[in-house]
Each structure stands twice: as C-alpha cells, then as structure tokens.
C-alpha cells in the first residue's frame, strides 16, 4: 500500500517552455500532497504544501507565479514549472500523506528529473 | 549550520558490519522519520518515532529517539550490499504537523 507515482520521470525541455509534473497517490486518498526539489548530493528542499481542493502554501523564496500548483482531487497533484529555465534544471520529488498530523506518514513518488536546455 | 544534522556525511564499510547514523537537532522533534534513498529515485519510508526512547526495528534496521526528542539513531546489523543508499532523517520541528525538515542525508556503501 501507498504508493505514489509521478510522470514523466524524466523531461527535456528548451528554455522558455512550460512543464507539467503529474503526482498520483494510487492506493489512498491524499489529503495533503508536498512537492520537493533536490540538487545534486544535497537533501530535500521543501518548496510547496498542497491540500485538496485549496491553494497551495508555498516555502520562502519559492515563486508561486513560476512554481504553479494544482490539487484538484484526493489522488492527483500537479506542478508546473512555467518559463523554465536551464536552473531550473533539478529533480523534482512529491510526497503524498492521508492527513496532516504529525504521525501522517509522507510517502514519497520516484521523482522528476527536469534537464532545460 | 541546518536545523538537522546527520552524521556521518558518508560511511562505508565491510559487508557484514554493523553501522550507526545519528540525526540531531537543537529543537524537539515532534515527528522522526526515518527514509532510504537510491540516487536519482524516490524515498522509501523506514520507520517513524515519536515518543521519547521509542524505539523500532525492521529486519535488521532499529531506530531510536532519545529521551529528549532532540536526537535519533539508526543503526543496521550485519550490513548488506542491499543496504547501500542515502539515508534521510526528516522531522517536525515546528509542531506544525507533517511539514518535514530534512537533514543533509548519509550516504552508505556496503563493500562485500
């Protein structure tokens, strides 16, 4: 049980275009879904908070005009990355929780690696 | 400095061994997590800790809390190549719910 998937696991694109990250809970119902970024060798960088059906709440310092958000079910969260650039270029990784209680489990999706050109 | 240290940065050691990560922060842990990590792939949950000298085990994989909730352990008993990764302590430390900060990682290589 929990498992979470993202697509697409890994995606080129040019410098100026916009990218869509699709995270799907396939077992449970996630209230609470969280999107990361992780460079290379270093640990997680928490960048967004989304619960369902409301606005995410983003990290400081993170963009919300750059970074777009999307829960709109219990089993489905999107992150857009709109006019990417080449630092843009991570791995992005988004976890999924039923609650968000401090012994509600995240469980994490294999990630995205985005490369922009 | 971050708000959770690990330590060791990176490990490596004979198959067959046992081998200790510490994650310790100055604030009280409100929601220890334990995570596996393969490079370029998603995190695996291990175990989560929440009481003060809670601790779990799995196969050959225990964590502990201390007492203080400022400090957890994990410690792996005769080490496997399947063992290797990066392990990841996360934690609440704001009493804000689930919102986790993460420590550096530790980066384990089992030579056999």
């Known amino acids: 049980g929990a498992v979470v998937s993202q697509h697409p696991s890994r995606v080129i694109c040019k410098s100026g275009t916009s990218v869509k990250i699709e995270c799907r809970s396939l077992?449970?119902?996630?209230?609470?879904m969280f999107w990361y970024r992780q460079f290379p060798k270093q640990s997680l960088m928490l960048m967004a908070t989304?619960?369902?059906?409301?606005?995410?709440?983003?990290e400081q310092g993170v963009e919300k005009d750059k970074f777009l958000i999307n829960h709109a079910s219990l089993t489905l969260s999107t992150l857009t990355v709109t006019s990417a650039h080449p630092e843009d270029s991570s791995f992005y990784i988004c976890?999924?929780?039923?609650?968000?209680?401090?012994?509600?489990?995240?469980?994490f999706g294999p990630g995205t690696r985005l490369t922009v050109l | 400095s971050q708000e959770l240290e690990q330590s060791p940065q990176s490990l490596i050691v004979q198959e067959g061994k046992n081998l200790t990560i510490n994650c310790t922060s100055s604030k009280t842990l409100y929601g220890l997590y334990w995570y596996k990590q393969k490079y370029g792939e998603g995190l695996i949950f291990l175990m989560m800790l929440q009481k003060g000298g809670e601790e779990k085990s799995h196969e050959k994989i225990t964590a502990k809390l201390d007492e203080k909730k400022q400090q957890s352990s994990l410690h792996i008993t005769a080490s496997q190549p399947s063992h290797a990764g990066i392990y990841l302590c996360?934690?609440?430390?704001?009493?804000?719910?689930?919102?986790?900060?993460f420590g550096g990682g530790t980066r384990v290589l089992v030579k056999p």
């Open positions: 996360g934690a609440d430390i704001q009493a804000a719910g689930n919102k986790l900060t």
């Open positions: 077992d449970f119902q996630a209230t609470t």
């Open positions: 989304s619960n369902e059906g409301s606005k995410a709440t983003y």
């Open positions: 976890s999924a929780s039923h609650g968000a209680g401090s012994t509600d489990t995240q469980y």
